[in-house]
């Protein structure tokens, strides 16, 4: 099982979470590129770090949304949001490449996430940035036309869970605007990570059971209350089950 985390997230004199303690436990890092959160010496800064620790690096890449963090829905045409998804890989590649290391994988952020579980034409431009770029995978929310897309497109798809995340009855995310749309107690968050590498099964908030039986990857949020602990936590009880935490 790969543990993924969204660092890079602060932008120059502002910080948010702590990119060092989580690139000590996760074995994927996605790093803000600029459009939602992320500078250019915070960008290189987290590369440096991830090199360092042998972390695999992937885009995560959103609209072009700074004041909003990325989580506002934006109706861009698909020809320039494909160029914006482009533009946001190439940036973080120069910065990886000046670390001896590379962008391994793709992941939208935020609003742009949910928004290509169901819609086909921003689904399909995100791919075409990707493409546009390279073969790499791309990690997104299992049973979306993102993914759908991707793999019709020939990219690797791999399926991602949500260790600190509310999940509809259909296998969505709860809105954040939603009771129940976060996950805060760590032992709460340590039961859905180990049932998840475990049973291959998530609950969602109505008690109704998912499967989970496509997902490789499964995220911890950098800037959820607590996420440093959470994170510890949920690779200590991983690997006492036995789970096997690397890279896809």
């Known amino acids: 099982m790969d543990l993924n985390s ?3 997230e602060g932008f120059g004199v502002w910080k948010l979470g702590d990119d060092a303690a989580l690139l000590g436990v996760v074995t994927s890092a996605n790093v803000a590129c600029g459009f939602h959160a992320g500078d250019p010496r915070t960008m290189r800064t987290v590369c440096e770090l991830a090199a360092s620790h042998g972390v695999a690096i992937g885009a995560q890449v959103s609209y072009r949304d700074l004041a909003g963090f990325g989580r506002r829905f934006i109706d861009v045409d698909p020809l320039e949001l494909a160029d914006d998804v482009l533009y946001q890989i190439g940036a973080l590649s120069a910065f990886a490449s000046a670390e001896g290391t590379r962008v ?3 992941k939208p952020h935020g609003a742009l996430y949910n928004t290509v579980v169901h819609h086909v034409d921003q689904a399909a431009a995100v ?3 990707v493409k546009a770029w390279g073969d790499i995978p791309v990690l ?3 049973g979306s036309a993102f993914l759908a897309a991707a793999s019709e497109a020939g990219l690797r798809t ?3 869970a949500f260790a600190d995340r ?3 009855p259909s296998g969505t995310l709860v809105s954040r605007r939603e009771p129940g749309a976060l996950l805060t107690d760590t032992a709460a968050v340590v039961e859905r990570a180990v049932r998840l590498a475990s049973d291959r099964q ?9 499967d989970a039986s496509s997902v490789e990857s499964l995220c911890l949020h950098g800037d959820t209350p607590g996420a440093v602990q959470h994170a510890q936590a949920v690779r200590a009880a991983l690997e006492e089950a036995g789970v096997t935490l690397a890279a896809f």
């Open 158 to 160: 791999v399926g991602e």
């Open 6 to 8: 969204d660092l890079g």
């Open 140 to 142: 997104g929310l299992p």
């Open 127 to 129: 791919v075409a940035g």
């Open 104 to 106: 391994a994988y793709v």
């Open 202 to 210: 998530i609950v969602a908030v109505d008690g109704t059971v998912i």
């Open 166 to 168: 509310g999940y509809t």
